[in-house]
């Protein structure tokens, strides 16, 4: 079984903010995550949202702080990618 998820709207928002020069693309970003879904012996745990100030990610009180990583803009955006495919 494979995975996929609707990623267009995050995928064009983060162009549009790498464009824009909110976010540099060789940067990093916080990126908050859903819950981990087991697949067989593979894992996944979704994008919700990500966050190029860190100080939104402090103030927002709906983000599970948990659930928040680092990661680099250019491997987020080619995970959304990958995890865009239709299946």
């Known amino acids: 079984m494979k995975l996929s998820y609707d990623y267009n709207d995050l995928i064009h928002e983060l162009h549009a903010d790498v464009k824009e ?3 540099i693309a060789d940067g990093q970003i916080k990126v ?6 087991v697949v067989g012996r593979k894992s996944y745990a979704s994008v919700i949202d990500y966050f190029y100030d ?4 402090d103030q927002m009180k709906d983000v599970n ?23």
Do not use: P
């Open 21 to 23: 020069g909110l976010v």
């Open 32 to 37: 908050e995550r859903g819950e981990t879904i």
């Open 54 to 57: 860190t100080d939104d990610v």
């Open 65 to 87: 702080q948990e659930r928040v990583q680092t990661i680099k803009v250019t491997e987020l955006m080619i995970e959304m990618l990958k995890m865009n495919e239709k299946i």
